[in-house]
């Protein structure tokens, strides 16, 4: 007689109490993290590519001295370098030039300007927002042809800017104290006077962060400035109206030599593209100057693209 036994059922896998599907979002928010804080490092290093530097902690340490001199126009800029960022994202511009800085520096600089120009309002933070997408846009355009966008995009919306305030209603801060030509630290002040900063001792402060990047370019471009001092300080009691446009030419004077180190031309080509700025300085300044105008950075510019179009070397930037 068969004796019926129990029969014994496979056992069931047991479920893990955690799915495998549950670690799955940390990788990715890990990802999404990594991707926010790349993108965040190109919103700071913006502020460096001002001066040719593609670094993410000079720029923050520019943005350090920028908040000491004046916390409207530093929010400013870093206002306009998010959105040039946030742009330059939402058109799927290349990722590593994204990051460092290169499509955000012209709206960093449009936003540090429109913050020591004019006080704050709606039309203000609107219409900034238009011109810093500008900015992005021209400077895309310029890099996909290989042409250097320097700070051509910054010229072109401030002077439209410039234009247009009577019918936007842009009303204009009071400005900050110019740099003496009196002593050789006018061309520290210059320096400073490149993002809006006009006392020497914070002038000094971002020349020394230049020097970290790049001492031998920042010490030529310096040299170049020195020599444009020193014509200045020469013809100022012959040509009182040159002493108005001293800081506009030590400005583009500075920037015209730092650019073309950076592009890698020869000492001599800085020191005659610094030379040419100073000209055009003069030159468009007695032009701009009885209507009211302000050149910006434009001789700058054009004494770069000149010299580059000129001579022939190695460009290790496309700016």
């Not at 204009?172 to 050789?184: E, H, M, Q, S, V």
């Not at 030419?249 to 800085?270: D, K, M, T, Y």
């Not at 040419?276 to 001789?299: D, E, I, Q, R």
């Not at 179009?309 to 190695?314: I, L, M, V």
Request: aromatic share 10%; hydrophobic share 55%; proline share 7%.
């Amino acid at each position: 007689m068969g004796v019926n036994r129990p029969v014994r059922s496979k056992p069931l896998p047991m479920s893990s109490p955690h799915p495998a599907h549950a670690s799955a979002p940390f990788p990715l928010l890990t990802a999404q993290l990594r991707r926010l804080t790349a993108e965040l490092r190109g919103t700071a290093a913006s502020f460096a590519q001002i001066y040719f530097i593609p670094s993410a902690s000079a720029g923050l340490l520019l943005f350090a001295v920028l908040t000491l001199a004046d916390g409207t126009v530093a929010i400013s800029g870093f206002a306009a370098s998010f959105v040039a960022s946030a742009v330059a994202i939402g058109l799927r511009l290349p990722r590593e030039s994204r990051h460092t800085g290169l499509y955000g520096y012209n709206g960093a600089l449009t936003g540090i300007a429109f913050g020591a120009l004019w006080q704050p309002n709606a039309i203000y933070a609107l219409w900034l927002a238009i011109c810093v997408c500008l900015t992005v846009m021209a400077t895309a355009a310029l890099a996909r042809r290989n042409l250097p966008a320097l700070t051509g995009p910054f010229v072109g919306v401030m002077m439209g800017s410039w234009a247009m305030q009577p019918g936007l209603g842009l009303t204009p801060r009071i400005g900050a104290l110019d740099c003496g030509t009196g002593t050789p630290g006018f061309v520290f002040c210059a320096v400073g006077q490149v993002v809006f900063v006009a006392p020497l001792v914070l002038g000094l402060l971002v020349w020394y962060v230049l020097a970290l990047w790049n001492l031998r370019a920042t010490l030529w471009a310096l040299a170049a400035a020195v020599v444009v001092w020193s014509g200045i300080a020469l013809t100022a009691a012959q040509w009182p109206a040159l002493a108005g446009q001293a800081v506009g030419i030590g400005v583009n004077a500075f920037l015209a030599a730092l650019g073309l180190g950076v592009f890698g031309r020869s000492p001599a080509l800085r020191f005659v593209g610094a030379g040419l700025a100073s000209l055009l300085c003069v030159a468009l300044g007695t032009w701009l100057g009885p209507l009211g105008w302000p050149y910006f950075t434009l001789p700058f510019n054009l004494a770069v693209w000149i010299v580059l179009a000129w001579s022939d070397a190695p460009r290790p930037l496309v700016r």
